[in-house]
């Protein structure tokens, strides 16, 4: 558990000034620190040397900004006492999103290393991809681009991901543009799984809502017996993800489609290159 500061510790750095990063050089277990490669409001995203096998990796801290900081060294500290359970229960969500992630072995899938607790806080170390979100992808290209065969080479590896995750009971439930990565070698990798959770058998687990209003399905706002979260709640995620990719722009909230629904069809919309197939069945799963 992470210290609170106290006088004869430096106090934890504020969010935005970007000084809770560990700077190049550290040393974390076999690996090496050399750059951030991304930092979030729930953590820190290094590139990392793995000394042993040498070999570029992404290393993930659990920094969550709004409740801890950089103490003295490389020790996380709390930024007051009050944040010790939150701070624990999302230390105990990352440490079950990486045990999750270990046991997959799905091209789609992160894959993870290692992971271990140290500091005061948590770590995975996981390959190093190259490429693009699907948003940046989607502002970087033409939107002809994305036509039937490209949609395929995006849809067919996540639902295999989605097949190997829904049968041992896991679901994402935060599928989106940003949460999907199109790597250089033309391929998806869905990323970030905080938001997942195990079922097990038919016990309702209270968890806290986390979600896109664009891509979360009704049921992911109070889950009730009549509206239980399950595979379904993928399906739709990844359908509005597509939907984006096709038109540019986000669909409607599910709560603003319930009353009544002004969702554009994609049949209706047609958008180039896509096959009246494809386009049915996305509707479908909206």
């Known amino acids: 558990m992470p210290e609170a500061p106290n006088p004869g510790s430096r106090a934890p750095t504020s969010p935005e000034d970007g000084s809770d990063a560990l700077p190049p050089g550290t040393r974390l277990a076999e690996f090496e620190i050399r750059e951030v490669l991304g930092v979030g409001g729930f953590g820190i995203v290094y590139r990392a040397w793995d000394a042993a096998l040498q070999r570029d990796v992404a290393l993930k801290e659990y920094m969550p900004a709004s409740l801890a900081g950089r103490g003295a060294g490389e020790r996380v500290t709390l930024r007051a006492r009050a944040h010790e359970e939150n701070f624990a229960l999302g230390l105990r969500s990352f440490v079950n999103e990486a045990r999750l992630l270990a046991r997959f072995d799905q091209p789609a899938l992160v894959k993870v290393f290692r992971f271990w607790e140290g500091n005061g806080t948590a770590y995975m170390a996981m390959p190093l991809y190259k490429g693009r979100t699907l948003r940046q992808l989607r502002k970087a290209m033409a939107p002809a681009a994305f036509d039937?065969?490209?949609?395929?080479?995006?849809?067919?590896?996540?639902?295999?991901?989605?097949?190997?995750?829904?049968?041992?009971?896991?679901?994402?439930?935060?599928?989106?543009?940003?949460?999907?990565?199109?790597?250089?070698?033309?391929?998806?990798?869905?990323?970030?799984?905080?938001?997942?959770?195990?079922?097990?058998?038919?016990?309702?687990?209270?968890?806290?809502?986390?979600?896109?209003?664009?891509?979360?399905?009704?049921?992911?706002?109070?889950?009730?017996?009549?509206?239980?979260?399950?595979?379904?709640?993928?399906?739709?995620?990844?359908?509005?993800?597509?939907?984006?990719?096709?038109?540019?722009?986000?669909?409607?909230?599910?709560?603003?489609?319930?009353?009544?629904?002004?969702?554009?069809?994609?049949?209706?919309?047609?958008?180039?290159g896509c096959s009246p197939r494809l386009l049915r069945v996305l509707d479908w799963a909206l």
Not at 169 to 180: F, G, K, L, S, T
Not at 238 to 256: E, K, N, V
């Open 148 to 272: 039937d065969a490209w949609m395929h080479a995006l849809i067919e590896p996540l639902l295999g991901a989605l097949e190997v995750m829904h049968e041992a009971e896991v679901y994402h439930r935060d599928i989106a543009p940003d949460n999907i990565l199109w790597c250089d070698d033309d391929r998806p990798v869905l990323l970030d799984f905080g938001a997942a959770r195990l079922v097990l058998g038919d016990r309702t687990q209270n968890v806290t809502a986390i979600l896109k209003p664009q891509f979360a399905p009704i049921e992911q706002y109070a889950e009730t017996q009549a509206m239980r979260q399950g595979p379904w709640t993928d399906l739709y995620a990844l359908a509005g993800t597509c939907w984006f990719m096709l038109t540019g722009r986000a669909p409607l909230p599910a709560t603003a489609r319930v009353m009544t629904d002004d969702l554009e069809s994609l049949a209706r919309l047609a958008p180039p």
